[in-house]
């Protein structure tokens, strides 16, 4: 296999608002990936596969950009990170045509995202929310990325990508795309919902009490976590005491991402604890690492323009990484003029 670049490429939709999970199961891995320095990082706002289910335009704008200002509220820097939003660099819509025509029907027909998603009324849906991991391969590819951060339930999406690298490198007999490894978040990071401890915390949920949103203000924050669902039981000692105590175990999960420590150890300081002990403490924390996050959420949201400009010259550097590798997969391909 030909040496890569490390490379890592990971991309959040821009379909609607931010929330904590979005926050400790994402973005917090990609700037530790970031400031790492072990590889370069490509983060992407993946409008093109937003609009696979349809987006309000004036929403779909507005989540891009906010989506935008979280990233960097969050610690994504564009000066250390390439950041930018898909629809901007053409070459992933490009390359995922080709890849549709690498990928086999009976390929896609397996994805399980495909089947949840569209459901029983499957003849309904749109022919791109079927090809939709297509251009995730696509998006990844187009970079050589060997690394992708991302939850589990696209970890179908990524052996689809790895599968598409190896039959397009044996159709054509070349050795040109890496066979990209997943990097796939723990399940203490998977955060669940305040209301109900069995469920992701979602961004549709129509409990607005359910999720810790990245916007959310101080007051909200603390507030939310002291109404969340909670068992009348104190906290265990152990993490096995957690079994069968899906909100009290989100709860410790939550603590221990937030103060970048293990639930073990929350539970070795905290273990005896009532949840009305327990409770101000995480408040205190949350409100300590998510308000200033919010707050400069909101600052740059008041400024669009500098948004839009931070976008343009994340794409301007994209592009610069894609366009040869589009290039060289058109010349594979036999296309006149590439
Ligand atoms: N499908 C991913 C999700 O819904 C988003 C995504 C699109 C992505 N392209 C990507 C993630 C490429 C990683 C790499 O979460």
Redesign the pocket.
Known sequence: MAAFTPRV?????PSGGLTLGNYLGAMKRFVTMQDEGKFETVY?M?DL?AITVWQDPAALTRATRELCAGFIAAGVDPSKSILFNQSQVAEHAQLAWIFNCVARMGWMQRMTQWKDKAGKNSQNASLGLFA?PA??AA??LVYHATH?P??E??KQ?LELTRDIAIKFNNDFGVDFFPETEPVIEGAATRVMSLRDGSKKMSKSDPSDMSRINLIDDADTIAQKIRKARTDPDALPSEVDGLDDRPEARNLVNIYAALAETTPEAVLADHGGSQFSAFKPELADLAVNKLAPISTEMSRLMEQPDEIDRILGHGAEQARALAAPILKKTYEIVGMVGA
Do not use: K, T
């Not at 490429?9 to 939709?13: H, K």
């Open positions: 490429f990971s991309g959040i939709q992407c993946v596969h939709y251009l995730m998006d990844i992708v991302v939850g339930d696209q999406h």
